[in-house]
């Protein structure tokens, strides 16, 4: 568990980057500092591992006070990801990553086996491991500095803003590798991001900064999103915060009506009564949607799109389906594809409706 316990932080310009910050990160979780630039992320962050020592209050890890510690022994317990990745230009990859499992004495073979797994362990193959840093892409230069976090398996690993200068795309996917990596190791990671997006979705726990370093909200994503401390909080997560916070409502309880399925294999085809029919084959897989004003009966289907998973996808997904629907109705599959029910957008809505009252009702927001 690393504490935070009032801690405040001035520099010798009389800039007060921290405010009386006092928050708990739990072990084995991903705890996101979140703000606008300047709100004292990056310092907030380097006072774990005594990059930064605080003018006031303590940083704890694990009930201990850093300041008690030596800086070395310290930090060789705390990896530590920035947004260039930090990698030595003239150091193969492979020997970036083996550096720290070196400085920990190990052989220079052992340190290289190490590499070797960490790298394959972040989806980097053998052909990248002996270029150098500055032949590879931005997002493979963060997976090399991830990799090299991981080489001594610290357990604590703290990141600054490390997917920030990659593009949007290759961004989601290291969060997802993050994601999946955080579910095997369960390291307890303190991220930096000014990307509230992003904290929502790494985040086990959120802290929302506001300029001046003052904590504004501590809270998991979904009670942020459902139930924002105040203006600025409300403001940073932005105007579509209620359709967020459907990813996290499930899709467990919908009504699924099975009566507007139609199968391939049906001679006739049964047909709607005026009313658009799901088309299915064999396996049950949808084929598309029948329109019930075209009276062709061969004319061509409407594509189903995307369909949702029961209780797997949140309902999110199932409302982005029926919205997109022609005849707004989202298809419910099974994880194999095969066509369970179709359920319609007032439905969707209607249970949202619950969800949200269910949460208002709640009488306490829940402290951290
Ligand atoms: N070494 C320093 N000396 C003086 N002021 C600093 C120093 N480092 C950061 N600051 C100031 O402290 C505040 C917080 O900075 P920082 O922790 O880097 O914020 P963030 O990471 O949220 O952008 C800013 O006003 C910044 O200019
Ligand atoms: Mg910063």
Redesign the pocket.
Known sequence: MITFDNVQKQ???G?V?VDGLSLEVPTGTLTVLV?P????????LRMINRMVDPTAGRVLVNGEDVRSQDPQTLRRGIGYVIQHAGLFPHRTVVDNVATVPRLMGASRKQAQATAMEVLHRVGLGDELARRYPAQLSGGQQQRVGVARALAADPPILLMDEPFSAVDPVVRKELQQELLRLQSVLAKTIVL?THDIDEAITLGDRVAV?RPG?VLAQYATPEELLGDPADDFVAGFLGVDRGVRLLSFFSTAGLPLQTDRITSTGDMPMRDGDGRWMLVVDDEKRPVGWRDPHTSDSSATLVPAGRGFVPGKDPLRVALDAAVLSPCGFAVAVDEDGRTLGVVSSEEVTAVVRREHRQRTDSPVRKQP
């Open positions: 520099y010798p310009d800039t980057a703000g630039s300047g709100c004292g992320k990056t310092t907030s930096v900064l370093g």
